[in-house]
């Protein structure tokens, strides 16, 4: 999968890097040579300090310090620090937020194509494959135009590693999610349910609670990353082997009255630091998936058994009865449905 990730990042990210990076050219100078801020944003994320994507959130808000020499100011915001995760999305649309790393299938009723975006169930596992459909197969000009009717500026995508369900007890068949109450928002939800469980929407600072309280039985996380920072496998010790999606793909979104505010160099620096985030996110999480994997199993986490033909079946049946739902859902999911089919 990654072998595609550096072909990627060489012809897509590494060249908008280049592009962004000779646009700003002539206006970059050293932090030591900044001045007083021209504009004051506020950046909104949805992971606690100190955890790992955490500090790559702080890294891009910097690099758009450092990239502006001091022009743009970018407070970051973490979990449970005055906006909660569902309303990343609307604090950053009417403007109480300036910049916003959402996740939208917390958002599904306010914007439809998110939970498209993000990766339905069935989808591509392959990151070259699913980046292409950004930049070259037309994902990016709908989402811009989708994301500019809700007051909102679109930035580089994001791609993380593939969502799996840690539960409290294992799952030995698929039939095992018979009744189980599991933390998985928007389409991750809808797809469970397809298998007999019933789905929560909780933000990410929720989970470890949930769990250790028997709110819910288990839970998916953006990544098993988030599953190794949120300690919870102190509380939920099973992995089921097959993810609900392969990747994922995730905005950073900005107040577009606040965009337009920029002038035109500084709107080519923010872009050219959300292209550095992107390839950061992409590389750090390849290289954190095994440590991660390795910490929660010192912590006793296991792997459920692998799942037979007959499970991997229905498994997938599941995920491939959401397309044709979510395609009705408004305009633009439709059009990013019919790219996925046609390519």
Not at 22 to 41: G, M, P, R
Not at 254 to 270: F, G, H
Not at 308 to 322: Q, R
Request: aromatic share 10%; proline share 4%; glycine share 8%.
């Amino acid at each position: 999968m990654f072998n595609t990730l550096r072909k990627l990042q060489k012809k897509t990210l590494t060249r908008k890097v280049a592009g962004y990076a000779l646009a700003i050219s002539s206006t970059f100078f050293t932090v030591s040579q900044a001045f007083a801020a021209e504009h004051n944003w506020r950046f909104v994320n949805l992971y606690s300090r100190g955890t790992a994507y955490g500090e790559v959130y702080k890294n891009f808000a910097e690099n758009i310090e450092t990239m502006s020499n001091g022009r743009i100011s970018v407070q970051v915001m973490y979990a449970g620090e005055g906006v909660g995760q569902t309303g990343v999305f609307g604090s950053v649309k009417s403007g109480l937020i300036t910049m916003g790393a959402p996740f939208q299938p917390m958002h599904a009723g306010e914007f439809p194509p998110g939970v498209v975006e993000v990766g339905l169930p069935g989808m591509t596992d392959d990151v070259g494959e699913l980046s292409a459909l950004f930049h070259e197969k037309g994902w990016g000009e709908v989402l811009e135009e989708a994301y500019d009717k809700q007051n909102l500026v679109w930035l580089e995508p994001y791609i993380q590693l593939p969502v799996y369900i840690l539960t409290k007890e294992p799952i030995t068949s698929v039939e095992d999610f018979e009744g189980l109450k599991i933390r998985a928002p928007g389409a991750y939800g809808k797809f469970l349910r397809n298998l007999g469980a019933s789905p929560a929407s909780l933000s990410w600072s929720e989970i470890y609670t949930s769990l250790a309280t028997g709110v819910i039985d288990g839970s998916i996380g953006s990544n098993l990353i988030d599953h190794r920072d949120g300690n919870h496998v102190e509380v939920a010790k099973y992995m089921y082997r097959l993810p609900i999606a392969g990747a994922q793909a995730l905005p950073i979104v900005v107040n577009k009255n606040a965009w337009n505010k920029l002038p035109e160099d500084l709107q080519a620096i923010v872009r050219g630091a959300s292209a550095v985030h992107a390839r950061e996110q992409m590389t750090k999480s390849r290289l954190w998936e095994s440590q991660a994997v390795a910490d929660m199993q010192s912590k006793g986490m296991e792997w459920s058994p692998q799942p037979n033909d007959a499970d991997v079946a229905k498994w997938n049946e599941a995920a491939n009865s959401l397309w044709s739902e979510y395609a009705k859902a408004d305009k633009y999911s439709s059009r990013l449905v019919e790219i996925i089919q046609n390519n």
